[in-house]
């Protein structure tokens, strides 16, 4: 029987050969009855880089990013400054047709679910929820510059109120409470305001606070504490005893756009006998609308977990929460994503169902180093972050569980896919450095003179700045030196993996001659290859290359530098600039997840030949009858499929009939 639907389920940066093995070990049953069931390629591989949005838009369009446009985290505008980068989440860059779009040519619908780049939506018939950033909420779109504000949320991000002192913590003063209606019956009360913070919120939103009334209900200590909206505790927001989350609170809140219902948890992190040491955390304030297309299929979706736009990683690292707390706000994501997803999946009409979740790829961009155990600092750490590795796939497995459940298993082909994976944080190396020492790139004297009277420069970035540099902008490479001198520059580094050439007639600033263009892509090159990192004594650059060479590596286009490279994978953060073989530590590997299975796909085989994310287009479109997107350069993967002659038979059986039937009516009698 021929599938007549496709589910795509990606995890960004999931390793793939742990997925396997933990679903093997019976950590994942969903994915374990997939891979009894199905094909699984092993040797699956990232484009390059190895980094979020080219992948998921490859994942999409079944076209390289020679062809769609999006060559990495963030794009580079030929023209524009070579320090000017726009993050490249906005549906608008790409060049490519989504799967998504081509079905339409034929009446067929998709649902597209937290979908990197796919927003805003360009599809006309269906369902889409979320796609602006990584998390339904969170907002990467071209204005927002990825390293002076990130990104943007809405309605904001988290908060932590406390009597201590904690980075970014809200002061609460806490002291007896006065004047309070409808107050529970106690031995001691005290009260605290609590002012809302809307940490990088995408709309303003009017100043509000909230009313902490800490009780002691028989005293014998504080032992709880109500919010409230006002000084009236008839109806509290949220009432936790010590490790309580609260109910979902939902409030309307005034913004720049108009009125927006949001939601939130509150958890009660600290409270002292003595009223005098409390600790309240807010979850980010998640918007109920504003995410769905058509406009208003938000109210549809169910309140259950939340559409955060993160879901605390950042808290953790700054030492608000302790991993069982983030944990907990782990379920609560995929709560939310696998509630909304299954009601579509389960009420409206798809022929294609395409969806990404984030988890691992925070998950191991915040602790992969403790759950190596190549890595770790002791077995004791690594025990903790394994089980809570661990922990995360299992919740992925319910996730995946939930939304395949509302389809047919009869009728549908199933994709579990991922972007790329991830290894171990290791040293930093700096093109930067590279290019300054090779005397390609100069810094105004002024600014240098400066900064040697300051801290002596050592060539290295500060730890804070070495996993910035996977994506960071030239700002981010150069944050010890100053202020680049573009009149004496040749070269720059920019992004994940590319050298720019500041070429005359083409760059602002541009002083190289066209006809020295490839001299300096040389000179480049040979400057690269040519660094050993004092530290080790290893050259940690493994690949350079000119742009011209860039199609044999499927990119290129506007959007590629002048000199691409990769580095050693000893060397630099989880994944990014990484070639997508790159393996490191006792885990870690940036290979891809291919999982195929449903009608049409062999059961229970493991399939050795190379598997690239251009290919999981066609193999779909293949599978499904559906119409290939216009740019589509991928293969079909025929080695997944029960019967790759099957189409070829059908076609020849059709081809004797109607033959047939031609000839029975070219002897039919006139009359
Ligand atoms: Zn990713």
Partial sequence: MAAKKVMVIGLDAAIAPNVYKYAREGHMPRVKHLLENGVCGINSYPPFPSITPPSWTTLATGATSASHGVPCFNV??????????????????????FIWEAAERVGRKAIVVNYPTSW??????????????????EYRSRDVKQWEEGFKASLAYDQLWTTGIRVLGTDLDVEPAKGWKNAPKAAKLLEAKMPLEYRRAKDKVKDRSWYALIVDSEGKGFDRVLVCASKDAAAPLAEMRLGQWSETVVQEFDTAIGAMPAACKLKLL??????????IYRTPLAALKG????????????????????????????????????EEMMEMHHEWLAEAAHHLVANKEWDIYYMHVHTPDWVYHTYINSADRATAENEETWRRFHA????????????????????DE??????????????????????????????????????????????????????????????????????????????????VPNRSCFIYVNLKGRDPHGIVDPKEYEKVQE????????????????????????????????????????????PHPHYQGPHGGLLGSARAGEMGDVRTIFLLSGPGVKRGETIERTVWLKDVVPTLCYLADLPYPAQCEGAIVFQALEDPDMKVRECETIKRRYEKMRKSLDRAPMC
Avoid at 291 to 312: N, Q, R, S, T
């Fill in 76 to 97: 580079h505008i030929p023209g524009t400054g070579l320090d000017d980068m726009d993050q490249a989440f906005d549906s608008t860059l790409v060049q490519a047709e």
């Fill in 120 to 137: 805003p939506p360009r599809m006309k018939m269906g369902h889409q929820i979320a796609g602006a950033g990584l998390s339904p909420n």
């Fill in 270 to 279: 600290e409270l002292s006998a003595s009223g005098e040491d409390v600790t």
């Fill in 291 to 326: 995410w769905g297309f058509p406009a208003g299929v938000e109210a549809e979706i169910p309140l259950k977990g939340l559409p955060m736009p993160y879901p605390g990683y950042l808290a953790y690292r700054m030492g608000w929460l302790d991993l069982p707390t983030l």
């Fill in 388 to 407: 809570a590795e661990i922990n995360m796939y299992r919740s992925l497995d319910r996730l995946i569980a939930r939304i395949q459940s509302g389809a």
């Fill in 410 to 491: 009869n009728e549908t082909v199933f994709l579990i896919t991922s972007d790329h994976g991830a290894k171990p944080v290791g040293p930093n190396v700096n093109p930067g450095t590279i290019l300054l020492n090779a005397g390609l790139v100069a810094f105004k004297p002024e600014r240098q003179k400066a900064e040697e009277e300051g801290e002596e420069f050592s060539g290295q970035f500060k730890w804070e700045k070495q996993e910035t540099h996977a994506t960071g902008t030239l700002a981010a490479k150069f944050e010890r030196l100053g202020e680049i001198d573009w009149s004496k520059t040749k070269a």
């Fill in 523 to 566: 000179e480049i090159i040979a400057a690269l290859y040519n660094y050993t990192d004092p530290k080790t004594g290893l050259k940690p650059i493994q690949f350079a290359i000119k742009v011209q060479d860039a199609r044999f590596f499927d990119m290129g286009g506007d959007g590629c530098g002048d000199v691409i490279y990769a």
